[in-house]
């Protein structure tokens, strides 16, 4: 139903802006909170990736 809905406003008007407005109302992600949350974990994800690459480096550099 949603997904068809989408179409029938993206042929009225194709702008991207249109697309992501609609995707927003529907999915809290397009929220400010949904989005700081994303953030939140993509920057918590690299911040992890990045310390779990350092602590492998530091295994291998001892031994």
Do not use: I, Y
Request: proline residues 3%.
């Amino acid at each position: 139903m949603e997904q068809n809905e989408t179409e029938e406003r993206n042929k009225k008007d194709p702008s991207m802006l249109r697309h992501w407005k609609a995707w927003g109302s529907w999915h809290s992600w397009g929220s400010p909170v949904g989005l700081g949350l994303g953030w939140f974990l993509f920057t918590v994800g690299v911040g992890l990736m990045l310390f779990l690459m350092g602590q492998a480096d530091s295994n291998l550099l001892q031994q």
